[in-house]
T-cell receptor
C-alpha cells in the first residue's frame, strides 16, 4: 500500500487561492473523516493546520480550509501570502502509510 | 503551553544503537497516545512507532519492527525510542509527536537528528 498521492508542487501569486489534492483509497481517505493537513517550513517541525477533514486548531487562520469528496481530500489556501510558501502534507487514518507524498507551495 | 523536547540524537555507525528521549510538559501526558515520526533528508514524513496511554500496546512501521522499541514513563512525562541495529536508511530527523486521536498529530517537538554512517 502506497502513501497518499499529492501533487509535487503548486504555485500562485499573492492574494490568489491554491488547492492541494490528496488522493487515497476507500480504505483510508474514503472510509474515515480523519484527514489532517500539516505545514512545514524549511528546517522546522511540521504544524497541524487542519484535522477531522475541515477543522482548524486555535490560531490557524481561516484562509486555510479542508474538504473531502470520495477518496480525495483537499486543502485550499485563500489569499495566498509569502509566508505560505512551505511544504504541505496530508495524513489519513486507516492506511498503512498515513502520510501523503508532500506538496511544495511556491508563492510567485 | 504544550512542549515536547527531544534529546539523544547523534552520529552512530551502522549496526550501532541510539536512544532518543522526549520530555513532555504543559499537558496530561498519560492521557495521550504518543508517536515517533521521522523525516529522512529531503524526504517526506513517516510514522515510526506509536504507544498507547499506559504503555501496554505499541505499533511499529514494518521497516523498524524488531529493531526499534518505543516506551514511556508517565511518572516522568517522558517518551523514549530505543533504536538498535541501525542502518544508513534510518538517518533522519526524529520527531516526538502527540496524537490527538485517529492518527492526527497536534503537537510536535523540534526534532532530533540521527545520522547512521561509517
Amino acid at each position: 500500500q502506497s502513501a497518499l498521492t499529492q501533487p509535487r508542487s503548486v504555485s500562485g501569486s499573492p492574494g490568489q487561492s491554491v488547492t492541494i489534492s490528496c488522493t487515497g483509497t476507500s480504505g483510508d481517505v474514503g472510509a474515515y473523516n480523519y484527514v489532517s493537513w500539516y505545514q512545514q517550513h524549511p528546517g522546522k517541525a511540521p504544524k497541524l493546520l487542519i484535522y477531522d477533514v475541515s477543522m482548524r486548531p486555535s490560531g490557524v487562520p481561516d484562509r486555510f480550509s479542508g474538504s473531502k469528496s470520495g477518496n480525495t481530500a483537499s486543502l485550499t489556501i485563500s489569499g495566498l501570502q509569502a509566508d505560505d510558501e512551505a511544504d504541505y502534507y496530508c495524513c489519513s487514518y486507516g492506511g498503512v502509510h498515513p502520510f501523503g507524498t508532500g506538496t511544495k507551495v511556491t508563492v510567485l | 503551553e504544550v512542549q515536547l523536547v527531544e534529546s539523544g540524537g547523534g552520529l552512530v555507525q551502522p549496526g550501532g544503537s541510539l536512544r532518543l528521549s522526549c520530555a513532555a510538559s504543559g499537558f496530561t501526558f498519560s492521557s495521550y497516545w504518543m508517536n515517533w515520526l521521522r523525516q529522512a533528508p529531503g524526504k517526506g514524513l513517516e510514522r515510526v512507532a506509536s504507544i498507547n496511554r499506559n504503555g501496554s500496546d505499541s505499533y511499529y512501521e514494518d521497516s523498524v519492527r524488531g529493531r526499534f522499541t518505543i516506551s514511556r514513563d508517565n511518572a516522568k512525562d517522558s517518551l523514549y525510542l530505543q533504536m538498535n541495529s541501525l542502518r544508513a536508511e534510518d538517518t533522519a530527523v526524529y520527531y516526538c509527536v502527540r496524537n490527538r486521536g485517529w492518527e492526527q498529530f497536534d503537537f510536535w517537538g523540534q526534532g532530533a537528528l540521527a545520522t547512521v554512517s561509517s
